[in-house]
């Protein structure tokens, strides 16, 4: 004779058929979390890339823009392939950070007409190369150099606390072309910076995601920079 209840279902314990089912679910679960984490992680350093690519594109225009903004002259020079910005910087004023470069210019004295006088200084140059500069070998890499005569640079006269972040790692990669025009009658500047939107990015820019299908942020800037001590 039966003397208690009978166990019902749901006192039965899980069955195979349900823990295959669970364990299914919980792996799609998993799966879904990876793939979800991996498209964030790409569409970020995507995102890193495009950010690094315009933060240096402005870099290098706010650099070229405050040296010819204060210079005497500046001129393109031609260094075998490549075209280089030299400009030539007053003598006098105030290095306020100690890189060597002046960042307050001031004249030298003042011609009889009232006029300021700027007495002729420093020579500094922007110029492309390779990762590892070679004057005169194109690249996308910019570099900016001083001199204290009129000759060309030298990779012994390259700024590296400007150019470099280490002692192999330039500071500024802009994949595109930059231009420069003179302008001897109005003695100013006209800087053109556009990135090429073709091509893929570089693995040497700063946060490169790895996504070869990445194409460069459209950027293109343009300053006429007027020659503040210019003659």
Known sequence: MYGGPMPSKSNAGMTIVEMIFTLSLATIAIAGTVTLYGYVAI??????TQYNVYQQTSDLMQA?????SNAIQCQNVT???????????????????????IDIYKPS????????????????????STKTPSVGTAGNFWFRAVRLDDL????????????????STPRIYIPGTVTFVQNSTTLSTWITLAIDTTINP??????????????????????RCYWRAGK
Do not use: E, H
């Open 43 to 48: 569409r970020s350093g995507d995102a890193a």
């Open 109 to 128: 004295g003042v011609y009889k007409t009232l006029t300021n006088y700027y007495a002729s200084g420093k020579r500094i140059w922007y110029f492309p």
């Open 202 to 223: 570089n693995a040497q820019v700063k946060g490169y995601s790895g996504d070869l299908a990445l194409k460069m942020p459209a950027i293109t800037l343009a300053r």
């Open 79 to 101: 260094l075998t392939s490549v075209t280089a910005l030299k400009c030539t910087m007053p003598a006098a004023g105030t290095d306020t950070d100690s890189d060597g470069i």
């Open 64 to 68: 070229m823009q405050d040296t010819a």
């Open 152 to 167: 060309n640079p030298t990779t012994d006269s390259i700024d590296t606390k400007w150019s470099m972040v280490t002692s």
